[in-house]
């Protein structure tokens, strides 16, 4: 197998490599064919695309989910999906990316977009407001510059995350084809 002839490696080989223990967690269409997910959205849901790796599926999901786990709202995983089964991404990871913000760093990365929102907008300071009475004041306080900042922060990680992933994809391929090769030459 040469590494020409990669773009479209079965799951079952994927599933072999030392790649395939994280592949594992991810559901497969066959485990979502009758629940009520799949009778909620149709078999537009278990489309090929969606489920499969390719490089262009998964650099789109990675970038749907580094851009919604960037808004600071609550449940971002549903238009994180939405998006990617709309822009043919590959659905796993638009819902994985979406978690390199969680409960404990999305006060930190709210903080973050505060700053750079203010710097962008040339606003005064909200620094005090964050200081005296809390993060959820500061969320009434200053929501044009925590927007902005957010808006600004998740185009910029979208892009880190969809050259990131193309970047982490072409590394994934060449682990499989040599672990592939070494197995098959024995």
Not at 38 to 45: A, P, S, V
Not at 84 to 113: K, M
Not at 121 to 148: F, K
Request: charged share 15%; hydrophobic share 50%.
């Amino acid at each position: 197998m040469s590494a020409n002839a990669t773009s479209n490696i079965s799951p079952s080989i994927w599933r072999r490599t030392p790649i395939g223990k994280w592949l594992r967690a991810i559901p497969r269409k066959k485990q979502l064919q009758g629940t009520w997910l799949h009778k909620k959205l149709g078999d537009k849901l278990l489309r090929t695309e969606y489920w499969e790796p390719s490089k262009e599926s998964i650099s789109k999901g990675f970038a749907i989910g580094s851009f919604w786990a960037m808004i600071p709202m609550p449940f971002q995983m549903i238009p994180s999906g939405i998006c990617a089964v709309f822009l043919r991404a590959n659905v796993p990871l638009a819902l994985l990316g979406v978690w390199v913000t969680n409960p404990i760093t999305h006060p930190f990365v709210i903080v973050f977009q505060l700053f750079v929102g203010e710097w962008l907008l040339n606003a005064p300071s909200s620094l005090s407001v964050l200081q005296n009475e809390g993060l959820m004041a500061l969320l009434r306080h200053a929501p044009a510059p925590i927007i902005t900042g957010a808006l600004f922060c998740a185009v910029i990680w979208s892009a880190i995350g969809f050259f990131t992933a193309r970047f982490c994809y072409g590394i994934a391929i060449k682990m499989i084809v040599k672990s592939y090769e070494k197995r098959h030459k024995k």
